[in-house]
């Protein structure tokens, strides 16, 4: 009886050891974030393209329709760069899909050679960015980027459209810091996109022998029509 009950007083003084020790810290969780895409598409040298903008509203981040009035995702900065300027002839971010109807309380689009930018801020009470929570990827368009290429850029030439980790970054109405997201504070993902160049679409021309046929056929056509 008396070793039974060292063995459990034993134990009983191991698990309060064990219990007095410093845990070892839980695995962390990854932060949620919320998506900003720009999307990739194809086309010829001395086209235009309009290249959509998206943004991901996803629950569980600081800012989007899950989270109570005032933070909500309304304001946002996007900076796109774009690879081989050199083949870039103009390029300028606007408004576009969820947010071409909007009114603005400020919106700002300065451009330089190969980059576009695009700044808009919205009043949540009369302008709430319609997102779609947790929608399939790559969200809800929120801008277009125009993008016009001089001709005789080389078929295969890719142009990557990257967006600025620092410039890039979504807040509520009022800007405010303790719920913005950025790729700093790990509460934004970024997925860039691409231009790929490809060779233009080519019209059939008719041969030599074949404009000949056709002169006599309209010819011969011509000489029934007066008989």
Known sequence: MNSVKSTLLGTLLVSIFIGLLPTAPAVGQPTPHDIVTVATVNGSSGGTFDVPVFINDLSGTTLGLDQPAGSRIQSYGIQITASNAVYVQSMTLTRGGITQSLTPTFESNPSAPG?????????????????????????????????????????????????????????????????????????????????????????????????????????????????
């Open 115 to 227: 980059v576009a930018n695009l700044i808009d801020s919205f009043t949540e009470a009369t302008n709430l960015i319609p997102f779609t929570l947790n929608g399939a990827a790559p969200g809800n368009q929120v801008a277009t980027l125009h993008v016009t290429l001089i001709p005789n850029v080389p078929t295969g030439t890719v142009i990557t459209l990257t967006l600025d980790p620092i410039a890039t970054e979504l807040s509520n109405e009022s800007g405010t810091p303790a719920t913005a997201e950025t790729v700093t504070n790990g509460r934004l993902l970024l997925v860039n996109g691409a231009i790929n160049v490809t060779a233009a679409e080519t019209i059939p021309t008719l041969s030599q022998w074949a404009l000949i046929l056709l002169a006599v056929m309209l010819a011969a056509i011509a000489i029934r029509i007066r008989l």
